[in-house]
């Protein structure tokens, strides 16, 4: 933990349990090594901007490379994301996590969604919940909204993700995670 400033070691020491305590400060000492060799700097030399707006996005201070970043971790999985002139998002979920996947999905997709979660194998369901969950709060961290809490009122093919363009890519990850990344698309 000596590299994360003393916001994140707060974070981290208000975690429940010593797993997640550790989880959290591997995550984000690696989101800071991997910053700064983007930056040319230490990862002590890493500064956050303070967090705005309702989802409090995070951002760098002084961030004259217009480098934007995110990160996402779950059961021993930790994926980054960078890109310079466009925001960016990423999500990965791991496969044995509990889930109400059908009440999720009657709350939160719309009907594009749904009937895609309908055409999974019965076997396969939870890992298509999971890979369609995984768009959809990539996309939600791109744009620093966050989870939308109601369903969404969109219509069309891109549902939820019309608001601002972008590219989204599934990531093939472990055999027992599934992941999406968001990036803005040049047009927006």
């Known amino acids: 933990m000596a590299v994360l400033d003393s916001a994140e070691r707060d ?24 910053l700064a060799t983007a930056l040319g ?16 996005k995070p951002a760098l201070a002084n961030n004259t490379h217009g480098l934007t970043f995110n990160l996402s971790h779950t059961q021993d999985l930790v994926v980054f994301a960078l890109a310079r002139g466009r925001e960016v998002g990423i999500d990965v979920e791991w496969l044995g996590r509990r889930v109400n996947s059908t009440a999720l999905a009657n709350r939160y997709f719309v009907d ?3 009937a895609e979660l309908a ?7 939870k890992r298509a919940f999971l890979q369609l969950w995984t768009r959809r709060e990539a996309h939600a961290k ?18 939820p993700f019309a608001g601002v363009p972008s590219d989204l890519l599934d990531l093939d990850l472990a055999p027992d995670h599934v992941g999406a990344l968001a990036v803005q698309s040049h047009s927006s």
């Not at 791109?142 to 549902?159: F, H, K, N, V």
């Open 119 to 125: 055409r999974a194998p019965r076997d396969g369901r």
């Open 142 to 159: 791109m744009t620093g909204e966050g989870l939308r809490r109601a369903r969404a009122s969109g219509t069309g093919a891109d549902g």
């Open 112 to 114: 594009a969604e749904l």
């Open 11 to 34: 974070s981290a020491n208000g975690k429940r349990t010593e797993r997640a305590r550790r989880a959290y400060a591997i995550a984000h000492a690696g989101l800071r090594t991997v």
């Open 41 to 56: 700097i230490d990862p002590e030399e890493v500064a956050f901007a303070e967090r705005q707006g309702p989802a409090e």
